[in-house]
């Protein structure tokens, strides 16, 4: 059998491999002169392979259609990726918040233990060659799959693989090719938006201010002010930008901000506010004795010198100038109202999102197939017999921390395997 699989990143890859290893003449159709070249840029380039958490846990940390991924996680495990680099001679280690890297801390020997299975397996790949048209006949009014046409060459096939990616990071390849081949064939694609992507906040001077602190254990939430809604919480790194916010435990709100209803519209009147809660291991009552005891030991201090155990150096003229203490005020005449709204202020410093930043800046896409139109069992499309769809061109997407990966390999090994 001749399968032709349409995206050289961890998805395409994948299917290439799986569908393989059955004996089939497997074709790898890559329009870029490389193979895997988002996946060299993912974990700041140390490549975040996945998470150690059970795999029953994956789909509570997919905001987007999470349930629909449970065959294909239960089909090819967080277990079972970490084997497949093994048996390629790649360890891996497990850091902060259950992200598994490659010991090496390099993308690039990951997507080698790849390109070495494909090599091994005889998997035929195409370089440099854009995909315009999945052909397809129709019989007693099914479609079906019979090959695909090339910038270069017409390829007969008994399977297509799809598996292009989304519209994020078009530098690496994806442009969103994939959506067009598939409408073409009648397929319905959902609201494409970016996914884990840095916010842009209305305070703008705050944020350049701020610009390049990163903060590490801080706890945030997201709250639609109208409804008075916790719409998100989380706990870990954050880092501010001249626009804005970014890091973990934004770019992961923002991949359930995405979903929220009418977000636009939401963003647009200032309704959406992020909440930082600096000293997020202190309630306020201990927070406030800590402050009392700092104060204490430097009463003769003005106000504007006497945060500097508390607080970054960076951050304390702008906690300074929110708090709307005197700044020369002496530490010994600031009073208990005044303490303690600067106690309130460090748990609950607030900022107003004005917008996700561009799709091309964002890690992964929102939005895509429709789900509703493909088998989660096998991943072939409800529509044309024998396409089927791998990766992120899917309708489906996680928070930060190895899962969209394990989303690519899972749904990737599935569709080659059928």
Do not use: W
Not at 159 to 188: F, Q
């Amino acid at each position: 059998m001749k399968v032709v699989v349409i995206g050289g990143g961890p998805a395409g890859m994948m299917a290439a491999i799986t569908a393989s290893k059955k004996g089939n003449h497997v074709i790898l159709i890559e329009k870029m002169k490389s193979l895997g070249r988002k996946l060299l840029i993912t974990g700041k380039g140390r490549c975040n392979i996945t998470s150690s958490l059970p795999i029953e846990d994956f789909i509570k940390n997919t905001p987007g259609n999470g349930k629909f991924l449970f065959s294909c996680y239960q089909s090819f495990t967080n277990e079972d990726i970490i084997k497949f680099l093994k048996e390629e001679g790649l360890e891996v280690k497990e850091e902060r918040g259950n992200r598994i890297f490659p010991v090496t801390d390099h993308s690039q020997d990951v997507l080698n233990c790849f390109i070495k299975k494909l090599k091994k397996n005889n998997v035929e790949i195409h370089y440099d060659e854009k995909v315009e048209e999945i052909l397809y006949t129709e019989k007693e009014g099914e479609k079906i799959v019979t090959g695909i046409k090339t910038n270069k060459e017409k390829i007969d096939a008994d399977k297509v693989i799809l598996a292009t990616g989304g519209k994020s990071y078009p530098l690496t390849g994806s442009t969103g090719d994939g959506y067009r081949l598939a409408e073409k064939l009648g397929h319905t694609i959902k609201d494409v938006k970016p996914s884990l992507v840095p916010l842009e906040i209305y305070e703008k001077d705050i944020c350049k201010e701020l610009q390049g602190l990163s903060l590490r254990n801080v706890s945030i939430k997201l709250i639609d002010s109208e409804k008075d809604k916790h719409i998100y919480e989380d706990f870990g790194e954050m880092l501010f930008t001249h626009f804005g916010v970014s890091g973990p435990i934004i770019l992961s709100a923002s991949a359930h901000l995405v979903r929220y209803k009418n977000i636009d519209e939401k963003y647009k009147n200032r309704l959406i506010k992020l909440v930082i809660d600096f000293k997020p291991a202190l309630s306020e009552q201990k927070l406030e004795a800590r402050i009392l005891r700092d104060f204490d030991e430097l009463k003769n201090k003005q106000y504007k010198n006497s945060l500097d155990k508390l607080l970054p150096q960076k951050l304390i003229p702008v906690i300074i100038k929110e708090s709307k203490i005197e700044p020369t005020k002496k530490v010994n005449e600031i009073t208990r109202e005044e303490r303690r709204n600067l106690v309130h202020l460090l748990k609950n410093f607030i900022l107003e999102i004005k917008s996700l930043r561009p799709i091309e800046e964002a890690i992964i896409t929102s939005g895509g197939i429709n789900i509703k139109e493909i088998n989660p069992k096998t991943m072939e499309s409800k529509i044309v017999k024998n396409l089927y769809f791998a990766g992120e061109i899917i309708d489906v997407d996680s928070y930060t921390g190895g899962f969209n990966l394990q989303i690519a390999y899972s749904t990737g090994y599935v569709a080659g395997l059928s």
